[in-house]
């Protein structure tokens, strides 16, 4: 199957520093990548829909100039968290969309922000 | 607003049959999909039910019920690897957006 992964898998940084987060697709082209969040025991929430050479889409409640995205190549899509504070905390999941005879997600293993 | 419920922990016996349900509420539809997920690792696809009826890949199986805006998935005869979390997931439109379930956390035991 199709291999999505993720740098770093965790971090930790001190608040108000910012972090970029690595998403791609190993072995095909993804026009279309999404970031989720997830929080300890929770569901993953979608944050933003990542397209290839166009802005991001960003779902109600995302601070588009927190949570900045780019997805600058087919295989490539990544997520600064800007100015992180602690309630940022949380693990990033991105998933990339193959196309083709079946669309079907895949995601990657994740990133665990701390922030303190 | 857009739901997807489920039972939030399951516990069952290793070898047992046990079923996972999801029902849900949204403004639109295309297909429900199910997903495994351990403890810090990354959701896995399970399957998909597009229409009505039983879907069956191994020991999993999925339902859908759109009349009754209902699935559920199906595990056979488990195993001490399945305890996991299970996440129903609906395409709302066509984008390929996935709106996730709350989740349900099951515990196969010995």
């Known amino acids: 199957g199709a291999v999505v992964s993720q740098h770093p898998s965790w971090v930790i940084c001190k608040s108000g520093t910012s972090v970029k987060i690595e998403c791609r697709s190993l072995?095909?082209?993804?026009?279309?990548m999404f970031w989720y969040r997830q929080f300890p025991k929770q569901s993953l929430m979608l944050m933003a829909t990542?397209?290839?050479?166009?802005?991001?889409?960003?779902e109600q409640g995302v601070e588009k100039d927190k949570f900045l995205i780019n997805h600058a190549s087919l295989t490539l899509s990544t997520l600064t968290v800007t100015s992180a504070h602690p309630e940022d905390s949380s693990f990033y999941i991105c998933?990339?969309?193959?196309?083709?005879?079946?669309?079907?997600?895949?995601f990657g293993p994740g990133t665990r922000l701390t922030v303190l | 607003g857009q739901s997807l419920e489920q039972p939030s922990e399951v516990t069952a016996v290793e070898g047992a049959i046990v079923q996972i349900n999801c029902t849900y509420q949204?403004?639109?539809?295309?297909?429900l999909s199910w997903y495994q997920q351990h403890d810090g690792g990354a959701p896995t696809f399970l399957s998909y039910?597009?229409?009505?009826g039983l879907e069956e890949t191994g020991r999993f199986s999925s339902f859908l019920s759109r009349s009754d805006s209902y699935g559920y998935l199906l595990l056979q005869e488990l195993q001490m690897k399945d305890s996991a979390s299970y996440f129903c997931?609906?395409?709302?439109?066509?984008?390929?957006?996935?709106?996730f379930g709350s989740g349900t956390r099951l515990l196969v035991r010995p």
């Open positions: 998933s990339a969309l193959t196309s083709g005879t079946v669309d079907e997600q895949f």
């Open positions: 072995d095909f082209q993804a026009t279309t």
């Open positions: 990542s397209n290839e050479g166009s802005k991001a889409t960003y």
């Open positions: 949204t403004s639109g539809f295309y297909g």
């Open positions: 039910n597009g229409l009505d």
């Open positions: 997931a609906s395409r709302m439109d066509s984008s390929y957006k996935l709106i």
